[in-house]
Nanobody
Framework: QVHLVESGGGLVQPGGSLRLSCTAS????????MGWYRQAPGKQRELVAT???????NYADSVKGRFTISRDNAKNTVYLQTDSLKPEDTAVYYC?????????????WGQGTQVTVSS
């Protein structure tokens, strides 16, 4: 089992920044990627950014150049630095961890942290 706890969300003006944190605990040795997803009211959950154990990152086109995903392995923590925030970035942001293999795998989710971008 894997437990994820997010923090760092809040209210910010357009153009502002937030750094979201996700700390993982539990049986982490099989986790091969972590990431951030978000869900706005009335919309499906969508990928924001992922980072694999190799360090390879992937970003949604909508956030590319503005958001940066990183990790601190010693702290079992993944971060999402969000810059140049726009109102359309408003959503609940969820931390994700996965242990997918050729045979399948699991996804684990945090409780979410609210990001609101408004003037």
């Amino acid at each position: 089992q894997v437990h994820l706890v997010e923090s760092g969300g809040g209210l910010v003006q357009p153009g502002g920044s937030l750094r979201l944190s996700c700390t993982a605990s539990g049986n982490l040795f099989r986790i091969n990627a972590m990431g951030w997803y978000r869900q706005a009211p009335g919309k499906q959950r969508e990928l924001v950014a992922t980072i694999a154990n190799s360090g390879s990152t992937n970003y949604a086109d909508s956030v590319k150049g503005r958001f940066t995903i990183s990790r601190d392995n010693a702290k079992n923590t993944v971060y999402l630095q969000t810059d140049s925030l726009k109102p359309e970035d408003t959503a609940v942001y969820y931390c994700n961890a996965r242990d997918h293999t050729f045979y399948g795998g699991n996804n684990y989710w945090g409780q979410g942290t609210q990001v609101t971008v408004s003037s």
